[in-house]
């Protein structure tokens, strides 16, 4: 038997309690938030070994990783650390005072500041690295490599869902992130392609169930079993739909007409 942790005891007694409630999603989200404070003490432990935080640590790695001249706007900051203006203002402003970072004016937007690495940022992040990367290892210690790479796999379908339902773009089932039928429009026109209605495929999964069929990045879904696709809420009520299990998808590769069979017994 499988050994039991702390979400298994407490899924257990929530069926007890409250045996109505549907507590899967526990299993996983209790599971990442636990993980996550064990990582997250293991990882503030080793930046404290240097006199850094782990916030201050993202940020000189953010830098560092651009490549020369190893600056960025605050707001490409924000963005690629996921943080509002505020926290940034405030952790740059400690940086700058510690001397691992310096603002400078942007020469092509005066009214704009770059935030840029120091050579003393530079030589502290690359002192903390190798042990960084050490520690995460000994985090990671307990998974086999296959482990390894299939929560990989499911971490990447799971981050790119979320990232693309934050971006006006919408994660739909069987392996396929789905636009807007406006950005699809706009795609189209800025090629050359005529205005068709339709939903635009942004990215396939790779081993996906649509990848299999022959779906491809790039496609416009027009049509599936000959009800017109022109929302991202009809798309996902054809998908959802119990019959047919195998969908008839009418497609525009460009301006070539395809059909392609998808079968959705899996999704």
Request: glycine share 6%.
């Amino acid at each position: 038997m499988t050994e039991r942790d702390h979400i298994d005891r407490l899924v257990s007694k929530w069926g007890v309690e409250r045996p109505d409630y549907d507590l899967a999603p526990v299993q996983i989200i209790g599971r990442i938030g636990r993980i996550f404070e064990y990582i997250d003490r293991a990882l503030e432990a080793k930046f404290g070994e240097f006199d850094i935080s782990r916030a201050s640590f993202d940020v000189l790695a953010t830098l560092k990783r651009t490549g020369p001249p190893y600056r960025l706007s605050q707001r490409e900051l924000m963005k690629n650390l996921l943080r509002t203006s505020g926290s940034i203002s405030v952790r740059i402003d400690a940086m700058e005072r510690e001397g691992l970072v310096a603002r400078e004016v942007d020469a092509e937007d005066r009214r704009a500041t770059l935030v840029a690495i120091t050579e003393k940022g530079i030589h502290l992040l690359e002192r903390i690295v190798p042990e960084h990367l050490l520690n995460e290892e000994r985090l990671l210690s307990g998974l086999t490599p296959r482990d390894r790479a299939e929560l990989i796999r499911l971490l990447r379908k799971w981050t790119l869902a979320l990232e693309t339902n934050s971006n006006d773009q919408r994660y739909i089932h069987y392996g396929m992130v789905i636009l807007q039928p406006r950005i699809a429009l706009e795609r189209r026109r800025a090629v050359g392609l005529p205005d068709v209605p339709g939903v635009l495929v942004h990215a396939v999964e790779t081993g996906g169930i649509a990848e299999d069929a022959g779906i491809r990045k790039g496609d416009l879904i027009v049509a599936i079993d000959e009800v017109a696709i022109d929302s991202q809420s009809t798309l996902r009520r054809m998908l959802n739909k119990p019959t047919p299990a195998i969908k008839s998808f009418s497609i525009l590769r460009g301006a070539e007409a395809l059909e392609i069979k998808l079968s959705v017994t899996s999704g």
